[in-house]
């Protein structure tokens, strides 16, 4: 296999060898590669290995899962979950401030105990529809693994739009 580097150019220089003879030179930004996929004979037809290259800490890739309850118009229960993949942007630093918007896509699932019909009839639903969410948030570092969170946005799902305003304790 051939060496390689994964990285970004960052500019030319020149080297001189001991003769004095110069040779151009590409200059590259190696940043910590992460092992993604081993490349085996007997699965991909070659040996190789997969890199992935993180260039910031400012991007992050999230799963989230809520659980919520309250009380419906008809003083039943009305609970919902909802599973997220969340992609975070935070290029806004300030010290231990940090902000920028986030965005998920998901799948909510809404079971209530009572819904009114037409007529005298009551019954129990169950639905699921899509669910998307965004806006913006602030996090306040207080330490490398943990972060006070704060965060303002708009969501969408069983055909209703929905505020939300969050206050949590962020784990990394």
Same mark, same amino acid.
């Given at each position: ?29 190696? *940043? ?47 609970? *919902? ?13 300030? !010290? ?6 986030? !965005? ?7 079971? *209530? ?5 037409? !007529? ?34 708009? !969501? ?17």
């Amino acid at each position: 296999m051939t060496p390689a580097l994964l990285g970004k150019k960052v500019g030319m220089t020149r080297v001189y060898d001991e003769k004095g003879v110069m040779t151009p030179v590409t200059v590259v930004q190696c *940043e910590p590669n992460n092992v993604t996929q081993v490349k085996t004979v007997e699965n991909d037809g070659y040996h190789g290995v997969q890199l992935g290259y993180f260039p910031t800490q400012q991007l992050g890739i999230l799963f989230s899962q809520f659980f919520g309850w309250r009380d419906n118009q008809l003083d039943a229960t009305l609970f *919902e979950t909802r599973s997220m993949l969340e992609l975070q942007y935070l290029p806004i630093r300030a !010290g231990l401030f940090h902000a920028g918007l986030f !965005g998920a896509g998901g799948y909510a699932w809404r079971f *209530e105990d009572a819904v009114k019909l037409a !007529g005298p009839y009551v019954v129990a639903t169950d639905d699921h529809t899509p669910a998307f969410e965004g806006g913006a948030m602030l996090q306040l570092d207080i330490n490398t693994r943990v972060a006070l969170t704060a965060r303002l946005g708009l !969501g969408y799902a069983h055909g209703e739009r929905m505020s939300n305003l969050m206050f949590g304790l962020s784990v990394y």
